[in-house]
């Protein structure tokens, strides 16, 4: 673990908001798939997105179980919970 | 927050269409001891947990669970799939087709519909854990009444892994439970509830 709680919540925050135009854009893109404009867009946040979970990830832990590549403890625990108040 | 996956967790590809058998596989959708309410009850009462390991627990079962939903889900459908309305009233499915035509609805296998009482969060640990210990062989109970009454291979294999499933969790709830004990006087487990007193 490095790195303070504020700059684990700015990087939360980065993942937060890909995610969220991730959702709304792929949502979109559901009822319009030939869309290229949305589709480009997609991909871009998608990018962003996945090189910040990495960082984050990295310097913080796992944000999936499918995500723990720690070989010597279970790293899936030691994140708060997200209802806790210690959470970003 | 949620990703959803587009799989199941178990494959269920059902040759034979049989809507008296999906009346019954429809409980484990919406009955007392199904899938929803299992998942419900498990990610609902992670929040008033004190132990972090527990609260893993119940977080990552009540997901399985909701994945478990998609299951019988996805056989309930398969079962009922292209009925033609002889069919319907033959195997007594008529009843449900009325109000549901052959949407998947949660409802337990004699007819009643899915009750949130059955979510059971009471807010002490203990009393919550031990409920789902019940819940977990409750579960297996009613696939165990279902294996009794099916053959069709195709239909058995996803009910016995969903079984086995019911086994293992309730295995790791006994776990929570003895973690949970670990923090509590050994002489008075019941002396306070960690989630509320000081």
Redesign the interface.
Same mark, same amino acid.
Do not use: S
């Given at each position: 673990m490095s790195g303070t709680n504020s700059d684990r919540n700015s990087l939360m925050q980065k993942i937060s908001e890909c995610e969220f135009m991730m959702i709304d854009l792929g949502l979109y893109l559901d009822t319009h798939p030939d869309c290229m404009p949305a589709l480009a867009a997609y991909h871009k946040h998608q990018a962003s997105f996945e090189k910040h979970v990495a960082e984050f990830e990295r310097l913080y832990g796992p944000l999936t179980m499918y995500s723990v590549n720690s070989d010597n403890c279970w790293t899936w625990l030691e994140l708060p919970w997200p209802w806790e108040m210690e959470a970003y | !927050?949620w990703?959803y996956e587009k799989k199941l967790q178990f494959p269920v590809h059902i040759k034979e269409t049989n809507p008296k058998l999906a009346q019954l596989i429809i409980s484990q959708y919406g009955g007392p001891d199904g899938e929803s309410a299992a998942s419900f009850r498990y990610l609902s009462q992670?929040?008033s947990m004190k132990d972090?390991?527990v !609260?893993?627990v119940l977080?990552?079962i009540g997901t399985e669970e909701l994945a478990h939903l998609e299951i019988i889900g996805a056989m309930v459908h398969q079962l009922t799939r292209d009925l033609t309305p002889e069919e319907i009233e033959k195997s007594g499915f008529a009843p449900y087709y009325v109000d549901h035509t052959l949407g998947v609805w949660p409802q337990a296998a004699g007819g009643i519909p899915f009750n949130a009482c059955e979510f059971q969060v009471k807010g002490d640990p203990i009393t919550d854990l031990t409920e789902d210990m019940a819940a977990e062989q409750k579960a297996r109970t009613v696939y165990d009444n279902l294996l009794r009454l099916i053959s069709e291979p195709d239909i058995v294999e996803p009910l016995r892994f969903l079984r086995a499933r019911e086994i293992v969790h309730f295995q790791r709830f006994g776990e929570a439970l003895n973690i949970t004990r670990e923090s509590l006087d050994a002489n008075n487990f019941y002396a306070f509830n960690p989630s509320i007193d000081r």
């Open positions: - | !927050m990703i992670r929040f972090r390991k !609260m893993g977080t990552d």
